[in-house]
Protein backbone atom coordinates (compact mmCIF):
# COMPACT_ATOMS: atom_id res chain seq x y z
CA UNK A 1 0.00 0.00 0.00
CA UNK A 2 1.49 3.42 -0.96
CA UNK A 3 0.23 6.23 1.28
CA UNK A 4 0.22 10.06 -0.22
CA UNK A 5 -0.39 12.54 2.93
CA UNK A 6 -1.47 16.42 2.08
CA UNK A 7 -3.08 19.22 4.30
CA UNK A 8 -0.93 20.26 6.68
CA UNK A 9 0.19 23.64 7.14
CA UNK A 10 0.06 26.73 9.66
CA UNK A 11 -2.94 28.01 11.31
CA UNK A 12 -3.36 30.21 14.45
CA UNK A 13 -4.27 28.36 17.98
CA UNK A 14 -8.58 27.52 17.49
CA UNK A 15 -7.95 27.53 13.87
CA UNK A 16 -8.96 23.56 11.81
CA UNK A 17 -6.92 22.39 9.44
CA UNK A 18 -8.08 19.16 7.39
CA UNK A 19 -5.81 16.45 6.05
CA UNK A 20 -6.09 13.85 3.66
CA UNK A 21 -4.03 9.96 3.27
CA UNK A 22 -4.45 8.55 -0.71
CA UNK A 23 -4.00 5.36 -0.48
CA UNK A 24 -3.25 2.71 -3.84
CA UNK A 25 -2.20 -0.44 -4.40
CA UNK A 26 -4.46 -2.69 -2.56
CA UNK A 27 -7.96 -3.39 -1.94
CA UNK A 28 -8.58 -0.02 0.48
CA UNK A 29 -11.42 -1.61 2.23
CA UNK A 30 -9.35 -4.26 3.90
CA UNK A 31 -6.70 -2.33 5.67
CA UNK A 32 -7.25 -0.37 9.05
CA UNK A 33 -6.14 3.11 9.15
CA UNK A 34 -4.72 5.26 11.69
CA UNK A 35 -3.03 8.60 12.20
CA UNK A 36 -0.08 9.83 14.06
CA UNK A 37 2.01 12.36 14.86
CA UNK A 38 5.69 13.19 16.01
CA UNK A 39 6.50 16.37 17.85
CA UNK A 40 10.43 17.37 17.28
CA UNK A 41 12.39 15.70 19.83
CA UNK A 42 9.42 13.67 20.62
CA UNK A 43 8.03 9.97 20.03
CA UNK A 44 5.69 9.39 17.59
CA UNK A 45 2.24 8.90 19.23
CA UNK A 46 -0.94 8.04 18.22
CA UNK A 47 -3.91 10.22 16.99
CA UNK A 48 -6.98 8.53 15.59
CA UNK A 49 -7.86 5.09 14.03
CA UNK A 50 -10.64 3.88 11.58
CA UNK A 51 -11.47 0.22 10.81
CA UNK A 52 -11.91 -1.09 7.74
CA UNK A 53 -15.67 -0.64 7.32
CA UNK A 54 -15.83 2.93 9.10
CA UNK A 55 -17.66 1.66 11.77
CA UNK A 56 -15.80 1.93 14.17
CA UNK A 57 -13.33 5.06 15.64
CA UNK A 58 -10.62 5.47 18.35
CA UNK A 59 -8.89 8.47 19.69
CA UNK A 60 -6.48 9.62 22.11
CA UNK A 61 -7.15 11.77 24.91
CA UNK A 62 -5.55 14.60 23.93
CA UNK A 63 -7.46 15.23 20.81
CA UNK A 64 -11.23 13.45 21.39
CA UNK A 65 -13.92 16.14 21.19
CA UNK A 66 -11.36 18.25 18.65
CA UNK A 67 -10.03 15.55 15.64
CA UNK A 68 -12.20 13.60 13.63
CA UNK A 69 -11.46 10.64 11.76
CA UNK A 70 -13.20 9.45 8.65
CA UNK A 71 -12.55 7.31 5.56
CA UNK A 72 -14.00 7.27 2.09
CA UNK A 73 -13.42 3.39 0.65
CA UNK A 74 -14.74 4.30 -2.35
CA UNK A 75 -12.08 7.03 -2.99
CA UNK A 76 -9.32 4.89 -0.95
CA UNK A 77 -8.56 7.44 1.35
CA UNK A 78 -8.81 8.59 4.98
CA UNK A 79 -8.94 11.84 6.86
CA UNK A 80 -8.47 13.73 9.96
CA UNK A 81 -10.66 16.74 10.55
CA UNK A 82 -8.59 18.97 13.11
CA UNK A 83 -10.39 21.46 15.27
CA UNK A 84 -9.60 24.03 17.95
CA UNK A 85 -6.30 23.12 17.37
CA UNK A 86 -3.97 24.09 20.12
CA UNK A 87 0.15 24.85 19.59
CA UNK A 88 0.36 20.88 21.76
CA UNK A 89 -0.75 19.82 18.26
CA UNK A 90 2.20 21.17 15.87
CA UNK A 91 3.78 17.61 15.01
CA UNK A 92 4.24 15.85 11.74
CA UNK A 93 1.14 13.87 11.34
CA UNK A 94 1.01 10.57 9.28
CA UNK A 95 -1.26 8.25 8.34
CA UNK A 96 -0.57 4.24 8.24
CA UNK A 97 -2.16 1.20 7.40
CA UNK A 98 -2.53 -1.75 8.92
CA UNK A 99 -4.40 -4.98 9.82
CA UNK A 100 -5.80 -3.82 13.10
CA UNK A 101 -7.36 -0.20 13.95
CA UNK A 102 -4.35 0.02 17.17
CA UNK A 103 -2.85 2.62 18.62
CA UNK A 104 0.57 1.12 18.57
CA UNK A 105 2.76 2.37 15.59
CA UNK A 106 4.45 -1.15 15.57
CA UNK A 107 1.32 -2.49 14.21
CA UNK A 108 1.11 -0.43 11.24
CA UNK A 109 3.00 -1.82 8.38
CA UNK A 110 2.43 0.70 5.76
CA UNK A 111 3.10 4.45 6.25
CA UNK A 112 2.92 7.87 4.41
CA UNK A 113 5.42 10.79 4.49
CA UNK A 114 4.15 13.06 6.78
CA UNK A 115 2.52 16.28 6.52
CA UNK A 116 3.61 18.99 9.07
CA UNK A 117 1.13 21.14 10.95
CA UNK A 118 2.05 24.08 12.87
CA UNK A 119 0.00 25.77 15.09
CA UNK A 120 0.62 28.89 16.50
CA UNK A 121 -0.30 31.20 19.66
Known amino acids: VQLQVSGGGSVQAGGSLRLSCAAS????????MGWFRQAPGKKREFAAS????????YYASSVKGRFTISRDNAKSAVYLQMNSLKPVDTAVYYC???????????????WGQGTLVTVSS
Open 96 to 110: AAGSRASGKPGEYVY
Open 25 to 32: GRTFSDVH
Open 50 to 57: INASGTST
